[in-house]
RNA sequence: GCGCCCGUAGCUCAGCUGGAUAGAGCGCACCCCUCCUAAGGGUGAGGCCACAGGUUCAAAUCCUGUCGGGCGCACCA
């Protein structure tokens, strides 16, 4: 509806400036708004309001012309100037009815389009290092991406949904380092595990694992082990320095195969946790892009050479310096240190010319709002490489906050005190969990009630929205038993009949859906489609209370289970982009 | 100190990419099941949209500054 006002409102204006009453060279963006109040009709623009001054015109005047040289269409009533000079459109009476047919037509493809034209568009999220389980901060990235993803496919994107793993770099071999070293210790070898090591209870699993199927191969002698090693934190050496001499003596003395084993039990594991943990959570993937891959294939030192090549490297103290600052970063970046080793910035240099190189027309990375001072050097890096920079969206997520009889629950990762994606969706269930995750603006900070999330009532808004959907299908069922089965033929034949107040909001808020769901993907909202979903159930419990469907009268409780129908998908529809369930009873 | 995000009802948050009287839920005070699931509905009170300027016919929305909160500023990942 709004794109035929549109049109006809752009027939308007070029009629107006073939007869010279408007300058040539507009290029108006056309606004066309759903009227929050009846009395300003069903649509309205403020396109005269935007043109009079380069027209040269009142804005009410400007109205008054546009309205003379607006085509006739049988779809719209009348029109009328109202206040500084918006124009409003009224449908032809009977025409809020059609989105009925339509919805009962289109079933789950109702709200779909075709907007994003089959445009080639990537959304990588989670990527958490794979050194230990996901807590509850990526379990909000993974909703929003999965969400998102879910909403860019329904409105007409090719959709590549992406999980980058990290499983180059020092942390893995810092995990690596740590399972081989509680392995030890359940060898018997006892000695301080380091302070910068890994030591959540899942490694000692891993240990566990490994010791029971390769026995005490790798056991070898504290003294061998410790022998020249620096000293740790607590007994006043550096820290990192201790971690990394063990790294390198785990390496020596495991030779490369052995060394192997720890790591590949350590990310096998962790890793196949995640994907689980993400699967059971609803959320799939397209690819899992390994960051190892990327120096086995040699694309981080094909990068590296790139920005050699185009002359925006620069050796300083040893190591080598991107001239980030040309691109507008605070400062200029490392990409390979003075031993040697690249940084993980340039494996992630090397990831996003890979991303371009894939031929996405669009580029999303969610990631969490504490990285977001990476964007700049990315984005530097982008343009580095000659690629165009505005491709790629940084969409950041902030953390949410977990309240539990009104205290908040205290998290940090040194203490390891962290709860887990897994023991939130165990405390309440996959579906409020990914409810609630999305029902706020991904860059605001969340309160997230575990009491309220856990709660069934109408104080809970997924369970609301459950409940709305479970009623309409516990009516159908009902009306089917009381030898009063829902007619189709009848219900449509017989929608003039909705015509309460209850009714007729009831038939607007189904009408926006398509609408809101172009706008929640676009604009990469989804929780706009959460509190869509919540309005329209508030709006049909209203109208449950208010009317009964099942009634004597056998047209209009056809035309009312019809409606009710209606509801029932669009609801089921939106449920399923959010990855939530749309249970038939409760 | 510099950069990014955020300040809307007592609380948690929307506000349709600048529009016509600022919305919802919770909480609070009342009310509604011989009636399709009360896991529901209704009525009421509650706001100088942090503050100060500016742009505009029009600002909670855009720009600048101030104050307040969060997060970043490694040859770590």
Redesign the pocket.
């Known amino acids: 509806m709004k794109s035929k006002i549109e049109s006809l409102l752009k027939a308007a204006v070029a009629h107006l400036q073939a007869a010279h009453q408007l300058p040539s060279e507009l290029s108006p963006t056309y606004?066309i708004?759903?009227?929050?109040?009846k009395?300003?009709?069903d649509f309205?623009s403020?396109l005269a309001?935007?043109l009079?001054?380069p027209a040269g015109l009142k804005?009410r005047d400007l109205a008054q012309q546009l309205v003379n040289a607006l085509p006739a269409d049988p779809a719209i009533q009348k029109t009328e100037i109202?206040?500084?000079?918006?124009i409003?459109f009224y449908l032809q009476d009977g025409s809020q009815y059609q989105i009925v047919p339509q919805i009962l037509s289109q079933g789950a493809k109702f709200g779909h389009s075709k907007v994003g034209a089959g445009q080639y568009i990537q959304v990588e999220f989670v990527s958490a290092?794979p050194?230990g389980p996901l807590h509850v901060g990526h379990g909000r990235g993974a909703a929003y991406g999965a969400t998102l993803a879910n909403l860019l496919d329904a409105v007409g994107f090719r959709v590549h949904r992406e999980y980058y793993v990290?499983d180059?770099?020092?942390?893995?071999n810092i995990l690596a380092t740590s399972v081989w070293l509680r392995y030890l210790e359940l060898c018997g070898v006892s000695f301080n595990f380091p302070s910068n090591g890994y030591k959540g209870g899942y490694i000692l699993e891993i240990s566990q694992a490994v010791l029971n199927q390769a026995g005490q191969t790798w056991l070898r002698s504290v003294e061998a082990v410790f022998q020249d090693i620096p000293a740790d934190e607590p007994a006043g050496g550096d820290k990192?320095e201790h971690i990394d001499s063990l790294i390198e003596r785990a390496k020596q003395l495991l030779g490369k195969d052995g060394y192997k084993v720890f790591f590949d039990a350590a990310l096998d594991s962790i890793l196949g946790d995640i994907r689980d943990d993400l699967r059971e959570f609803g959320v799939e993937y397209t690819e899992w892009f390994s960051?190892m891959s990327l120096t086995d294939s040699g694309s981080v030192q094909r990068a590296i050479d790139r920005l050699q090549t185009n002359g925006k490297l620069y050796e300083?103290?040893?190591?080598i310096w991107f001239r980030s600052t040309e691109y507008g970063d605070?400062?200029d970046?490392?990409v390979?240190?003075?031993?040697g080793?690249t940084?993980?910035?340039a494996?992630d240099i090397a990831y996003h010319m890979n991303k371009f190189e894939r031929g996405f027309d669009r580029v999303i990375n969610v990631w969490g709002?504490?990285?977001?001072?990476?964007?700049?050097r990315v984005k530097a890096a982008l343009s580095a490489l000659g690629y165009d920079p505005e491709k790629l969206t940084v969409l950041?997520v902030?953390?949410a906050?977990l309240y539990r009889g009104g205290e908040r629950v205290q998290m940090s990762t040194r203490s390891g005190s962290f709860v887990t994606l897994r023991e939130l969706r165990e405390e309440v269930g996959n579906d409020a969990a990914r409810f609630f995750y999305v029902?706020?603006?991904s860059?605001?900070?969340?309160?997230f009630?575990l009491d309220?999330a856990k709660s069934?009532?109408?104080?809970?808004?997924i369970?609301?929205i459950?409940?709305a959907h479970?009623?309409v299908?516990?009516?159908l069922?009902?009306?089917a038993a009381e030898s009063a089965p829902w007619d189709r033929e009848s219900g449509l034949a017989h929608l003039h009949l909705l015509d309460n107040d209850y009714e007729q909001g009831l038939l607007n808020q189904l009408a926006?859906y398509p609408?809101?769901l172009e706008?929640a993907a676009?604009?990469y909202?989804p929780?706009?489609l959460a509190?869509y979903l919540?309005?329209l159930?508030?709006e049909f419990?209203?109208?449950?209370?208010?009317?009964?469907?099942?009634?004597e009268d056998a047209n209009l409780r056809n035309a009312r289970l019809t409606l009710s129908e209606a509801i029932r998908q669009v609801i089921n529809n939106g449920l399923t982009l959010l990855g939530v369930s749309a249970?038939?009873?409760?």
């Open positions: 606004q708004e759903r009227t929050r109040d009395q300003h009709g309205a403020n309001m935007m009079a001054k804005p109202a206040g500084p000079g918006f409003n290092n050194t990290n180059a770099g020092r942390q893995m990192e960051e300083k103290d040893g190591a605070d400062k970046r490392v390979a240190r003075d031993n080793q940084t993980y910035f494996s709002a504490d990285h977001h001072g990476y964007i700049a950041l902030q953390f906050i029902t706020r603006k860059e605001q900070h969340m309160d009630d309220l069934q009532s109408k104080d809970n808004p369970y609301y459950q409940y479970a009623r299908c516990s009516i069922k009902k009306a926006k609408e809101l706008r676009l604009q909202e929780h706009q509190q919540r309005d159930a508030g419990h209203s109208w449950y209370n208010a009317h009964k469907v099942i009634i249970p038939e009873s409760m």
